[in-house]
């Protein structure tokens, strides 16, 4: 390799067996239309092996915003990857599309190939979790862009839906909104959050305030969950009208944008009480109503929107998936 390379802050050697390492983890997200094998210049996806007839792509990128410093702060890399998969996976299927294949970007100022190893892990996991398989990316050593020890990532998701099974459907006043559970604050409000916890000067390695069984560090950190495979078998359902996934703008944003026009979201405030995380964030930040629902999910990961006399049967489906969900309001006019 090129010594004057390495010394000017690039180490090629590092970065090949870095690609070396994670060629397992990729070929562990094979699935029908692609065997998610790295090395190439770009990565193929065979639609008809994966048994599309009409297909429609959608395609979805995203982050994990600063939610990253506290995965810098605690030293904890292997569940970021998740959180990478799942923004783009769960936006997608907000469209009824089957997610296919990832691609990730990891931007470092110096390679710290163990580090990197634990990050693509767990966007592995987190693609084997979705169904989809990991059949690309890049990672960039580039010196002097980054503190020591930093990183960036970003997420490219490419999914599928057959053209009459697209979402959103057209929707009703008299519809209701089933709230999905979130596994915690997911990737969205983290400079907020950050904010929230250098005032209250908690300290991220003690137990968390709301619940002593973890530290602060391992409830901000968990992942974000992953609908992919409780929700994909009913979006085709006629009576399953739209998904929306929670994510920057909370749940006042996000729900009117998967609604047809002139309908509002009507939210029942006692379905919607805090979880202890959340009720932690509101207190100590000393926010309002408004400002938790417009930052942050507040329990709420994905609303789907159904017919109300189907509602009791889809939550029942979900429960049994493995869900935790709700009714949490209904669709009016405005």
């Known amino acids: 390799m090129s010594d004057a390379y390495k010394k000017a802050g690039v180490d090629i050697d590092a970065g090949e067996r870095l690609v070396r390492a994670i060629g397992p983890l990729a070929k562990a997200t094979a ?13 193929l996806f065979d639609l008809k092996a994966a048994g599309f007839r009409d297909p429609i792509l959608v395609s979805g990128t995203d982050g994990v915003g600063t939610k990253l410093k506290l995965a810098f702060e605690t030293g904890v890399h292997d569940t970021i990857g998740v959180d990478l998969v799942a923004m783009c996976v769960n936006d997608v299927l907000a469209q009824g599309a089957e997610p296919l294949f990832f691609l990730d970007y990891f931007a470092t100022g110096k390679l710290e190939e163990e580090t990197a190893a634990q990050v693509i892990a767990g966007i592995a996991a987190g693609c084997r979790e979705a169904g989809c398989a990991l059949i690309g990316g890049e990672t960039a050593e580039m010196a002097g862009m980054y503190a020591a020890g930093e990183y960036d990532l970003a997420g490219f998701c490419v999914g599928a839906v057959e053209r009459e099974n697209i979402l959103p459907r057209k929707t009703a006043a008299g519809d209701v909104m089933i709230g999905l559970a979130s596994s915690g604050a997911h990737s969205n409000g983290f400079t907020l959050i ?42 085709a359902d006629p009576s399953v009208k739209a998904f929306a996934h929670i994510t920057g703008g909370g749940l006042v944003d996000n729900a009117p944008r998967v609604l047809s026009a002139g309908l509002v979201p009507v939210f029942d405030d006692a379905a919607l009480s805090l979880p202890p995380l959340f009720g932690w964030l ?38 049994d998936a493995g869900e935790d969900t709700r009714v949490i309001g209904h669709i009016a006019r405005a």
């Open 194 to 235: 950050r904010k929230i916890v250098r005032d209250s000067d908690a300290a991220l390695d003690a137990p968390a305030p709301f619940d002593a069984s973890r530290s602060l560090g391992q409830a901000l950190l968990a992942p974000t969950r992953i609908y992919v495979k409780s929700l994909l078998p009913l979006l």
């Open 282 to 319: 509101q207190a100590q930040g000393g926010l309002s109503d408004t400002d938790m629902r417009r930052t942050f999910n507040c329990g709420i990961g994905g609303v789907l929107i159904c017919a109300a006399a189907q509602a009791d049967r889809l939550v029942s489906i979900l429960a």
């Open 31 to 43: 699935r029908a239309g692609a065997d998610a094998a790295l090395g190439g210049f770009g990565g």
